[in-house]
Antibody
Framework: QVQLQESGPGLVKPSQTLSLTCTVS??????????WSWIRQHPGKGLEWIGN???????YYNPSLKSRLTISVDTSKNQFSLRLSSVTVADTAVYYC????????????WGQGTLVTVSS | DIQMTQSPSSLSASVGDRVTITCRAS??????LNWYQQKPGKAPKFLIQ???TVQSGVPSRFSGSGSGTDFTLTITSLQPEDFATYYC?????????FGQGTKVEIK
C-alpha cells in the first residue's frame, strides 16, 4: 500500500518561498507508469492541480503557477518536493501530494495534506 | 483549461435515498472523467476512473456513467458514511481540472 506524507513549514511570510516535501513509502518513486503530483485546496474551496513530476525529472506545471513553481525529485530518498516563490496570502491552502496513474491521469493515492498559511 | 461544473453544489438526503450528482465539461472529454470523495479534514479518496470503473474496495452502491460532456455519479441507498463532498476531475487534457464539488448533507 503506497503512502504519501507531506512535510514542511506551516507558516510562510509574504514574498518568501513555500517549500514542501512529500515522502513516499510502500513503493518506489521510480515505479514506471506513475507521476507524482502536488494539489492544493484553498480554505473551504475546491481542488487545484499545481504540477507533476516523473522520477526521470520531467515536469508538468499548471500555467497559472508556472512562473513561481519548481517541483523536484530525489529518488535516493523516495521524495519529491515543491517550491513556490513570492507567495501571497492567496497561496494559503492545504497542500496535498498525490500519485498520478500515468495512463488515466487520475490521483489514486493522496497524502493527508498540510496547511500552509501565508502571513506576516 | 477545461471547465468542470457540478450540480447541485449541495444536496440534503436521507439514509437509504438514491443520490445523483452531475458533472458537465466545457468541451468533450470522452470518458476521461474521475470521481473523488472528500470528508472534512481528510484527503480526497479516489472512487471512479474513466467515468464508470469503480475502484477496488469502493462499495457497489457507487456507480458512474456518461461520456462526452455529461457525467453522473450515483449512490444507491445512501449510507451514513457517504455524507461527504464529491468532486469530478477531467483527465483529458493538461491541466487536470476539478469540479467545484457537491456536498451531500444529512436531511
Amino acid at each position: 500500500q503506497v503512502q504519501l506524507q507531506e512535510s514542511g513549514p506551516g507558516l510562510v511570510k509574504p514574498s518568501q518561498t513555500l517549500s514542501l516535501t512529500c515522502t513516499v513509502s510502500g513503493g518506489s518513486i521510480r515505479s514506471g507508469g506513475y507521476y507524482w503530483s502536488w494539489i492544493r485546496q484553498h480554505p473551504g474551496k475546491g481542488l487545484e492541480w499545481i504540477g507533476n513530476i516523473h522520477y526521470s525529472g520531467s515536469t508538468y506545471y499548471n500555467p497559472s503557477l508556472k512562473s513561481r513553481l519548481t517541483i523536484s525529485v530525489d529518488t535516493s530518498k523516495n521524495q519529491f518536493s515543491l517550491r513556490l516563490s513570492s507567495v501571497t496570502v492567496a497561496d494559503t491552502a492545504v497542500y496535498y501530494c498525490a500519485r498520478i496513474e500515468g495512463s488515466g491521469w487520475f490521483f489514486d493515492y493522496w497524502g493527508q495534506g498540510t496547511l500552509v498559511t501565508v502571513s506576516s | 483549461d477545461i471547465q468542470m461544473t457540478q450540480s447541485p453544489s449541495s444536496l440534503s438526503a436521507s439514509v437509504g435515498d438514491r443520490v445523483t450528482i452531475t458533472c458537465r465539461a466545457s468541451q468533450s472529454i470522452s470518458t476521461y472523467l474521475n470521481w473523488y470523495q472528500q470528508k472534512p479534514g481528510k484527503a480526497p479518496k479516489f472512487l471512479i476512473q474513466a467515468a464508470s470503473t469503480v475502484q477496488s474496495g469502493v462499495p457497489s452502491r457507487f456507480s458512474g456513467s456518461g461520456s462526452g460532456t455529461d457525467f453522473t455519479l450515483t449512490i444507491t441507498s445512501l449510507q451514513p458514511e457517504d455524507f461527504a463532498t464529491y468532486y469530478c476531475q477531467q483527465s483529458y487534457r493538461t491541466p487536470p481540472t476539478f469540479g467545484q464539488g457537491t456536498k451531500v448533507e444529512i436531511k
